[in-house]
């Protein structure tokens, strides 16, 4: 238990119900983890986790979980009914480019048509005063400039993963507007667009931190895409931060201003490329033997998101930059390697040194 020096977003939770879809996956596994640590009361609502190792395993997540479809429309209603909570974070989704191309009848399923899901659930569970869904800063058009989007900016997307999050978005905007949170019909929902989130504990497919780490750990080729795109990179614990404070605001006396959509994107004004950062793991760590796919999938070159109105007026100012983002997580896994049975130290160690950061 983290009951001491809370910060004021974390009193807001305190005592909370809040219901995570996903809580299996890495970012559900670093939230999960922090929530129960200040004294929230948490359930879960995902499939099992994919990969093993996986974080839900390593760090012996205790939250009581549904293990369903988000999906199976009948059972996740049945899981919130339930739990009755005061507040549902959605992060269960398909969430990867590459696998979105081979599986798009899927990847529009589970992340359309599970929000609509999750949305309904929550419009006919009384006790659900909010809802964060969490989107991706791959929602907007891409023209590829180099100016970063805002929360204004036209919605789109040319491969299924990015379209399908985008049509997320257009579910949530109808639910928002059919049943007003104002007028009792439905809960406040707040949507968060998060850049590429690295850390310990993910080992995704497919993802340029994980694909490192078996490169190093199993002594393989790393096969890189396209070393030269940027990416706004940021550590979990950012959006972790950012999901908190905007579910604080849900549930305070003016939800109203915290019912909309929130960019949380780095504020480093070096655009650092997933060679840049692969430079600074194979500093902080080892460098592995590198090949260059021959002919990728389309993935978009350049992508920044402005993150102002999250930061003047949520106050959400992540302590670390993107050098100390990378630093974090490579000596996480060095120490994960060295004894898997220290995952749940070595990840409280960290969000203990991120709340430390924000509070001074």
Request: glycine content about 8%; some cysteine; proline content about 6%.
């Amino acid at each position: 238990m983290l009951t001491d020096k809370l910060a004021p977003f974390e009193k807001a939770l305190v005592g909370k119900r809040i219901l995570i879809t996903g809580n299996t996956g890495f970012t559900g596994g670093w939230l999960c983890l922090w929530l129960k640590a200040i004294g929230v009361d948490v359930r879960g609502y995902s499939l099992p986790p994919e990969t093993s190792p996986s974080l839900f395993d390593a760090i012996g997540s205790t939250e009581e979980t549904t293990f369903g479809d988000i999906c199976d429309q009948s059972l996740f209603r049945e899981a919130v009914s339930r739990f009755e909570p005061d507040l549902i974070l959605h992060l269960a989704a398909q969430p990867l480019v590459r696998r979105s191309y081979a599986e798009p009848l899927r990847t529009f399923l589970v992340n359309a048509q599970g929000t609509a899901n999750v949305l309904e659930a929550a419009r006919t569970v009384k006790s659900v005063q909010g809802v964060l869904c969490i989107t991706t800063d791959k929602v907007y058009k891409n023209n590829e400039w180099a100016w970063p989007y805002r929360e204004n900016d036209p919605l789109g997307g040319k491969d299924p993963y990015s379209a399908s999050k985008a049509a997320a978005e257009m579910v949530i905007q109808s639910y928002a507007a059919s049943f007003p949170s104002s007028l009792g019909k439905g809960p406040a929902i707040a949507t968060a667009r998060g850049g590429n989130i690295i850390g310990g504990g993910d080992w995704s497919e497919d993802r340029l931190i994980p694909d490192f780490v078996r490169a190093v750990v199993n002594n393989d080729r790393l096969t890189l895409r396209y070393p030269e795109a940027t990416r706004p990179w940021q550590h979990v614990l950012a959006l972790a931060y950012g999901y908190m404070l905007i579910m604080a605001g849900l549930i305070s006396t003016n939800p109203a201003n915290f019912a909309k959509a929130w960019n949380l994107g780095p504020q480093d004004a070096k655009q650092y490329s997933v060679r840049d950062v692969l430079t600074l793991m194979s500093d902080a760590w080892q460098r592995p033997d590198l090949a260059f796919m021959g002919d990728p999938l389309p993935e978009a070159g350049a992508l920044a998101v402005d993150s102002t109105l999250a930061r003047n007026q949520l106050g959400w100012n992540p302590p670390w930059g993107t050098e100390q983002v990378v630093k974090e997580t490579a000596s996480w896994y060095r120490q994960y390697y060295d004894n898997p049975a220290n995952a749940l130290e070595i990840t409280l160690k960290q969000i203990n040194a991120w709340r430390e950061k924000i509070a001074s």
